[in-house]
């Protein structure tokens, strides 16, 4: 706890110094920050002995861009033009237009959305979950800073700001579930385990959980007009079970208590949360979006809280994430400008054909992505429907995520069961996938002076973002033949079925 | 049977594709794991589950001397000393399959809070999501090779009345079978899993193809290394598409068995889940779920006297039926029962004939493997207020049900936050173990 307080001072001198000397440093080019934590990088693989895989294609980039930004894998025509072009900086291209474009807000609230409300959370509290994935969406339409968004999320109340409401809610409004979940989100600190005991594996004690939770202590749901919200209370206290004594808002890492009038408990602790003198913020921020885009994290969770409070600098890791950082928070915590920082790294472009898991771990390949139901259902509703934007589409998608959600938060896993499998292959977004009526992209293939291999490779694009390989054309190609010509429009809807239900469809490469 | 392809026609034109698919990815796990499987081998658990809280007064562990017993009467089993209902003529010949607890205490006395107390061991709005005991039982006893999914619940009304696999994740739920209540005094309930059926339009002959085309969907793309996903990704779909296409999809249809078995039964949901239950542990399933009590079901607060002999003719028919059957087939020394519900009925009688929520005294029933059959555990006040003797709560009776089944209630699953939680953490009523 000691070295913890003097750490913090230290740092938010450190950082205070170096702020001003750096300030140039949120005007230095993002490729530059790139390389260095490239540098960086390559020093883990001499390391650890590993040869980095060689560079992704430009068609396995171009869909591992559009869905880890867009959320949506990449239409057809967008794959034609990347192919063609010689622009020597299309990839970076690409990047900074996926930033730019409403996609990447749209994804970004699907995914926070995940993060805030995993599982089964939003069972039986629909509406509330719609407010919050709209408030998601706002503020990163609006491209509000990290630690804005942090703060509004942490400090919203009153029925006119009932956007997070639903995060709240699903927790039960009680400290201590507040006090894991933030903490765990935010800073990359399990505190969680320190609810009933001191922390097994790091130094936060159980005292330090309850003067953390002590800060969701003055809060309680309500409802206007059928809108759930959340509301600041002036009363309200923990008390640590241990002794049943009230314990108060303490920042973990201090000893002495937060002054009440100061201000609203929440706020207080959003200021401390989201300060440029709390490493955990950025590093954590940096970590959590490394691993959105890598599929794993720079530093691994259980490390991450010893790695900080260590200011370890002999890992390669830790250095590079702290590259990364340091950026973010010279950029005021610019969203945009983090994600195009890393998406500029030489490792964000390594192939994750035939990687090695010793390869993976050192960061030396690309790791295989699951999408998201929400990825999956844009893709598809974008890509074959050609349809996007409706209510009903809204309302289908709903319907998909609830089905598929899970609580598997690492992407390199498939959640999925037999029952949710089944409710792919039969389920009615399938149906409505294989169908000319509803599937836009099975209606163009009509089009005239198109071959069959045209179109063949047209699904291709639509659906795996590559184009087919001769033993899949052939295959294909050979299914038209079983049919006369008046039954082709089933064909092209088998196609579609099979494509959408293979493992590529449903992964990131 | 018409001249529609059926479903028998549709599982022999499937089967005759598999050689089509012999040179595709799915071929290795298709081929390893085709004949028959070990019904034989490995344990097998049939949770009755009597949604609304059982009357436990008026049925295993009944008042005759006091007058909360009500006007239902208790009859001799074929066990000496074992009484109970005379409404479950067929199970008291049964009863040495059976050991009656009759101390069970537990303090939720809300549907929703009791069947999850009941289901996982843990109150809800814990630290973690808890799974309900047959996801957790399905993942130990299940070694991923069989056709069908481990863990099958029948009859259940959805809701909270569906187990949930907690933390444990989508792929250890249990699959829900939805059941229709039979159209007609002569129709037997609808049983069927949805999604199961092909949808319209879908002939067998497109339904091959579209597997076809999927093969050939990336067979080459993956030499050196499947990534996790990819690989996690086709095991799914593996016991999915097995499901769908090998024997295994028509365990579902009941039109193969004999009418006068299904109406030994019972033609209700619970009767022809039974039924199913046995159809489904010849076929190698692990936990097989049936509810009795799809609408207010054992809910009786009010006619609780016309309402329990109704549902203990079905549960008669329905349980003594699967009982015998097991046991014709060889399968009753490997197959552990728990008949339970959420929680019990107050023996006080209200003012509509009826009997309201109580947790705090009522019984549960294990039974077939592990199971010292043929006992009573446990006892009540003669005016069936409180515990008299040896109570014991949730956690003992899950711990009991996984130590009969030979699985250690000790040993942990983590959750994704890296939380060890163990499956049970009651004590085993070792008198009961056989």
Known sequence: ?509 | MGTAIDRRTFHRLSLSTVAGVAASPWAGALAARAGNQLAQSGRHCVILWMAGGPSQIDTFDMKPQHANGGSLKETATAVPGMRFSEHLPELAKLASHLSIVRSLSTREGDHERGTALMRTGHPLGGPVPYPAIGSSLSKSLDDQTGSLPPYISIGSSGGFGMPSPGFLGPKYAAMPVQGQPPAGDDAFADLSVNNLQLPRGVSPERFSRRMDLLAAVGRDRYRAALPTAIAAHQTQYSRASRVLRSQAGEAFDLDQEPDDIRRAYGNGIFGQGCLLARRLIERGVRIVEVTLGQAAGWDTHADNFDTVPSLCGELDAGWSSLLRELEERGLLASTTFLWVGEFGRTPQINNAAGRDHFPNAWSCVLGGAGIQGGSVFGATTADGMEIADKPVNEQDILTTLCRALGINPRSENITPEGRPIMISEGNAIEEILA
């Open chain 1, 1 to 509: 706890m000691r070295q913890h307080l003097s750490l913090l001072l230290l740092s938010s001198l450190c950082i205070g110094l170096s702020s001003h000397a750096d300030s140039g440093r949120a005007a230095e080019p993002p490729e530059k920050v790139a390389q260095r934590v490239d540098a960086v990088v390559h020093q883990l693989w001499q390391q650890s002995g590993v040869t980095p895989a060689m560079p992704a294609s430009d068609e396995e980039f171009l869909r591992r861009a559009w869905l880890d930004l867009a959320g949506v894998a990449p239409p057809a025509s967008a794959i034609r033009a990347f192919a063609a072009s010689s622009d020597p900086a299309k990839r970076a291209g690409s990047v900074d237009q996926l930033l730019e474009t409403p996609l990447f807000a749209n994804h970004q609230a699907d995914h926070w959305f995940n993060v805030l409300l995993p599982g089964d959370a939003t069972a039986g509290r629909q509406d509330e979950a719609d407010e919050l994935r709209n408030w998601l969406r706002r503020q990163f339409a609006e491209d509000t800073d990290y630690d804005d968004l942090v703060t509004r999320f942490l400090t919203a109340g009153g029925p006119d700001d009932a956007g997070p409401a639903a995060f709240y809610v699903s927790l039960d409004v009680q400290p201590e579930k507040l006090a894991a979940a933030t903490s765990k989100i935010f800073l990359g600190i399990q505190l969680g385990c320190a609810q009933c005991h001191d922390h097994p594996f790091e130094s936060w004690k159980q005292h330090e959980f309850w003067g953390y939770a002590a800060f969701f202590a003055r809060l309680r749901s309500d409802t206007r007009n059928g809108q759930v919200y959340v509301q600041n209370l002036m009363q309200g206290d923990v008390r640590y079970p241990p002794t049943d004594e009230i314990v108060p808002a303490t920042f973990p890492g201090r000893d002495s208590a937060v002054d009440d009038r100061l201000g609203n408990r929440r706020k207080q602790l959003a200021i401390w949360m989201t300060s440029k003198a709390n490493p955990f913020f950025a590093l954590w921020g940096a970590n959590r979006t490394w691993h959105h885009l890598m599929g794993r994290y720079l530093v691994e969770p259980e490390e991450f809280g010893r790695a900080v409070q260590q200011g370890s600098s002999d890992d390669f890791r830790v250095q590079a994430l702290q590259i990364l950082a340091d950026d973010f928070t010279a950029s005021d915590f610019d969203i945009r400008r983090l994600y195009r920082v890393i998406a500029r790294t030489h490792t964000y472009h390594l192939t994750s054909r035939d990687a090695t898991a010793v390869q993976q771990r050192a960061m030396a390949a690309m790791v295989v992505k699951t999408l998201s139901p929400q990825q999956f259902f844009d893709t598809l509703a974008r890509n074959v429907y050609r349809r996007h934007g409706t209510d009903e589409l809204e309302a289908q998608k709903r319907q998909f995520v609830a089905r598929m959600r899970s609580t598997e938060n690492d992407p390199r896993q498939y959640p999925h069961g037999v029952v949710q499998v089944l409710g792919v292959m039969h389920g009615p977004e399938l149906a409505a996938a294989t169908t000319g009526e509803s599937a836009g992209l099975i209606r163009a293939l009509d089009m005239p002076l198109l071959s069959d291999a045209d179109r063949i490779e047209w699904l291709f694009l639509e659906t795996l973002s590559r184009f087919p390989d001769p033993d899949e054309q052939e295959v294909f190609a050979q299914t038209l033949t079983q049919v006369p010509r008046d039954q082709r429009s089933g064909i092209w809807a088998d196609m579609v079925w099979a494509l959408v239900n293979s493992p590529e469809f449903a992964t990131c490469p």
